[in-house]
């Protein structure tokens, strides 16, 4: 009809909705613009992918019907994502989908199906029998992958170093969506947050940071913020965690104790801790000091110097290793500085010509040796390095002194020194003193012959009865043995008293005020003549007596008696004449000195009295020979 125009019915008859075919479809559409498809019948929308159908316009229902279940539709389905929904909650089955060639185009056994291309049959194996699947076509939109997206919650992807060991250290940090003023935190295992040293956003995906100079052993994780935006706390992806280690501490190697200090020595030690990360280390004292005169190298670990103080025996002194992380181990140390310690306090007695040997003492935590420092050792007798002090005593009699001073140095030079008296043994000369009436004197009452040898006889000549008159030799120190045949130069009488033995060397003055008094320390009693008692009494060091009991036998003008002292306290009494036992045993306390000392009562001059009087240094006599006690 002339003049008439068709109406627009492609927006009209679908209330504003563009519709026609497949072919007039919009030629620049925009996402999310619909268009009704009447070539397909449903309507579509413009995706990313394209056109495709609408939410509902593609969803389809199957009704399984066996363990095997076949539909042929009349149209086709397209291509894309359904989801599947079974109306007995039942997923135990397998489903395949073909295109109108006959080609699969899709498969699943879970509850979504992606179809790879438009399908017209679909097979389903298993399932429940008279079970309802709905098909729910999702319009699909391929999305692209940012990292630049800043008004939303940052995520982190990974970090590049992973070990951290050594201050400023730095590493870098890939993720996405970092703000300009994206906020970074380290996490502790403790769930502590600590600041890095330094941190730079290069990109919104790349952010560099330097770990903090005090980052203790651990491991750590790495948290990203920005600031007023919500973190994505669903996904956590801007925190990873377990990203990061700060290393591990140095180990020790050194021991424990160090080397000796020695004094005016010099003095080099060096300190040796590892490290797993093969950083350099430090060492540095935390506590203590080191001897004067000695210093720590710190970049070394090298104790050097010469130690010029004095003695001391032990000093600790805790030193760090630290490496260049700033990990760190403590040790403490223990250094010595100490001379020997004498242990020996004297020697036996070198008898000249016999075989001697004694083994000199000290202790140390070092090797020692020893050598004559000053003086004259015994001629015929030799120190070892090992402090063996032997040989044969020679060229020298019975009671000569030498006095000599040995040194004990350790192998790192400290030393201690200790002075020896060494006097030969065998019998001695003897110094014998006369007193008469509590004073020395008395050579008119009492004759000694052959004073100052090693036998002496003595006697007394006059005076009234009594105690006061006898003689005393010099100082000795034991072990010692006295001997002495009981006989005068008469003939002795009911009257002859004589004591002989040893006087404790203090009592000397009190028994010299009170002559009296007796003041043995162990002695022998003839109270009566050729063949009475032989009595053995003891008094302690002083006055009054300890222990008064006579014990003896008979005996002859003549007779040779021993008295030996021992270094221990002990005294022995023997008549060698009668018998190898002895007499009496009495054990006293410890004593440094006796005095040989005799006293005779006798009446009648020249009655009483002893010859032969001698003392042998050094030994003791044991029934039949001189012995080392």
Same mark, same amino acid.
């Given at each position: 009809?002339?003049?008439?125009?068709?109406?627009?019915?492609?927006?009209? #008859?679908?209330?504003?909705?563009?519709?026609?075919?497949?072919?007039?479809?919009?030629?620049?559409?925009?996402?999310?613009?619909?268009y009704y498809n009447g070539t397909l019948g449903v309507q579509e929308i413009y995706t990313p992918s394209g056109w495709l159908p609408a939410t509902g316009a593609n969803d389809f229902n199957v009704t399984l019907n066996g363990n095997v279940t076949t539909a042929t539709f009349t149209k086709e389905y397209f291509e894309g994502a359904y989801t599947i929904?079974?109306?007995?909650?039942?997923?135990?089955?397998?489903?395949?989908?073909?295109?109108?060639?006959?080609?699969? &185009?899709?498969?699943?056994?879970?509850?979504?199906?992606?179809?790879?291309?438009?399908?017209?049959?679909?097979?389903?194996?298993?399932?429940?029998?008279?079970?309802?699947?709905?098909?729910?076509?999702?319009?699909?939109?391929?999305?692209?992958?940012?990292?630049? !997206?800043?008004?939303? /919650?940052?995520?982190?992807?990974?970090?590049?170093?992973?070990?951290?060991?050594?201050?400023?250290?730095?590493?870098?940090?890939?993720?996405?969506?970092?703000?300009?003023? *994206?906020?970074l935190k380290i996490i502790d295992g403790s769930g502590n947050e600590i600041n890095p040293k330094s941190y730079t956003r290069v990109t919104a995906s790349t952010i560099s940071f330097v770990r903090p100079d005090s980052?203790?052993?651990?491991?750590?994780? =790495?948290? @990203?913020?920005?600031?007023? *935006?919500?973190?994505?706390?669903?996904?956590? +992806?801007?925190?990873?965690?377990?990203?990061?280690?700060?290393?591990?501490?140095?180990?020790?190697?050194?021991?424990?104790? =160090?080397?000796?200090?020695?004094?005016?020595? #010099? %003095?080099?030690?060096? +300190?040796?801790?590892?490290?797993?990360?093969?950083?350099?280390?430090? %060492?540095?004292?935390?506590?203590?000091?080191?001897?004067?005169? +000695?210093?720590?190298?710190?970049?070394?670990? *090298?104790?050097?110097?010469?130690?010029?103080?004095?003695?001391?025996?032990?000093?600790?002194?805790?030193?760090?290793?630290?490496?260049?992380?700033?990990?760190?181990?403590?040790?403490? $140390?223990?250094?010595?500085?100490?001379?020997?310690?004498?242990?020996?306090?004297?020697?036996?007695?070198?008898?000249?010509?016999?075989?001697?040997?004694?083994?000199?003492?000290?202790?140390?935590?070092?090797?020692?040796?020893?050598?004559?420092?000053?003086?004259?050792?015994?001629?015929?007798?030799?120190?070892?390095?090992?402090?063996?002090?032997?040989?044969?005593?020679?060229?020298?009699?019975?009671?000569?002194?030498?006095?000599?001073? &040995?040194?004990?140095?350790?192998?790192? /030079?400290?030393?201690?020194?200790?002075?020896?008296?060494?006097?030969?043994?065998?019998?001695?000369?003897?110094?014998?003193?006369?007193?008469?009436?509590?004073?020395?004197?008395?050579?008119?009452?009492?004759?000694?012959?052959?004073?100052?040898?090693?036998?002496?006889?003595?006697?007394?000549?006059?005076?009234?009865?009594?105690?006061?008159?006898?003689?005393?030799?010099?100082?000795?120190?034991?072990? +010692?043995?006295? !001997?002495?045949?009981?006989? /005068?130069?008469?003939?002795?009488?009911?009257?002859?008293?004589?004591?002989?033995?040893?006087?404790?060397?203090?009592?000397?003055?009190?028994?010299?005020?009170?002559?009296?008094?007796?003041?043995?320390?162990?002695?022998?009693?003839?109270? @009566?003549?050729?063949?009475?008692?032989?009595?053995?009494?003891?008094?302690?060091?002083?006055?009054?007596?300890?222990?008064?009991?006579?014990?003896? /036998?008979?005996?002859?003008?003549?007779?040779? $008696?021993?008295?030996?002292?021992?270094?221990?306290?002990?005294?022995? %009494? %023997?008549?060698?004449?009668?018998?190898?036992?002895?007499?009496?045993?009495?054990?006293?306390?410890?004593?440094?000195?006796?005095?040989?000392?005799?006293?005779?009562?006798?009446?009648?001059?020249?009655?009483?009295?002893?010859?032969?009087?001698?003392?042998?240094?050094?030994?003791?006599?044991?029934?039949?020979?001189? *012995?080392?006690?």
């Open positions: 009809m002339e003049g008439w125009i068709m109406p627009d019915i492609r927006t009209s #008859a679908l209330g504003g909705v563009p519709f026609g075919t497949s072919q007039t479809r919009p030629a620049s559409p925009q996402i999310g613009q619909t929904s079974s109306a007995l909650l039942d997923s135990s089955y397998d489903i395949y989908v073909y295109n109108t060639n006959g080609t699969q &185009v899709g498969y699943t056994k879970s509850p979504s199906l992606n179809a790879t291309g438009n399908f017209n049959k679909i097979v389903i194996v298993g399932g429940t029998n008279g079970d309802l699947l709905s098909f729910s076509y999702k319009t699909t939109f391929v999305a692209s992958t940012t990292t630049s !997206e800043i008004a939303a /919650g940052p995520f982190l992807s990974s970090v590049s170093p992973t070990a951290l060991v050594s201050i400023d250290d730095s590493t870098t940090i890939t993720g996405g969506n970092f703000a300009s003023d *994206v906020v980052f203790p052993i651990g491991t750590y994780s =790495l948290k @990203v913020t920005n600031p007023g *935006v919500t973190s994505p706390t669903g996904s956590n +992806l801007h925190i990873l965690t377990n990203c990061i280690t700060a290393g591990s501490s140095p180990a020790w190697q050194t021991a424990t104790t =160090l080397p000796e200090v020695g004094k005016n020595v #010099a %003095y080099s030690t060096t +300190l040796l801790a590892s490290d797993t990360e093969s950083t350099d280390i430090d %060492y540095q004292i935390v506590s203590g000091t080191l001897p004067s005169g +000695l210093s720590l190298v710190e970049e070394t670990g *090298v104790i050097s110097g010469t130690y010029t103080g004095s003695d001391f025996n032990i000093s600790n002194i805790v030193i760090k290793a630290v490496d260049a992380g700033g990990n760190f181990v403590n040790r403490t $140390f223990t250094i010595f500085q100490s001379a020997p310690v004498w242990v020996t306090t004297s020697l036996s007695t070198p008898i000249p010509g016999e075989a001697y040997s004694y083994q000199l003492a000290s202790t140390d935590n070092n090797t020692i040796s020893y050598s004559v420092f000053s003086g004259t050792i015994v001629p015929g007798l030799s120190l070892s390095s090992s402090g063996l002090l032997s040989g044969t005593p020679s060229g020298s009699s019975a009671g000569t002194s030498y006095t000599f001073v &040995v040194r004990a140095t350790d192998s790192v /030079g400290n030393f201690s020194d200790r002075s020896f008296t060494a006097i030969t043994g065998g019998y001695i000369p003897l110094s014998f003193t006369p007193y008469y009436n509590g004073g020395p004197g008395g050579t008119s009452n009492v004759t000694i012959t052959n004073n100052n040898t090693s036998s002496v006889n003595i006697f007394k000549t006059s005076g009234t009865n009594g105690w006061n008159i006898g003689a005393y030799g010099q100082e000795i120190a034991p072990p +010692l043995t006295i !001997e002495f045949n009981k006989n /005068g130069p008469g003939s002795d009488n009911s009257s002859s008293y004589t004591m002989s033995g040893g006087m404790p060397s203090e009592n000397l003055s009190s028994m010299l005020t009170d002559p009296n008094q007796s003041y043995f320390y162990g002695y022998m009693w003839y109270p @009566v003549a050729t063949n009475g008692e032989a009595n053995i009494y003891e008094r302690s060091w002083t006055v009054p007596q300890v222990n008064n009991s006579p014990a003896g /036998g008979s005996w002859s003008s003549g007779n040779l $008696f021993r008295i030996s002292f021992y270094p221990d306290g002990r005294v022995k %009494y %023997y008549n060698v004449s009668q018998s190898s036992n002895p007499k009496r045993e009495v054990d006293h306390d410890n004593f440094t000195t006796i005095r040989p000392h005799i006293s005779l009562y006798s009446v009648d001059a020249t009655n009483g009295g002893v010859s032969n009087y001698k003392v042998y240094l050094g030994k003791v006599w044991n029934g039949s020979a001189f *012995v080392n006690p």
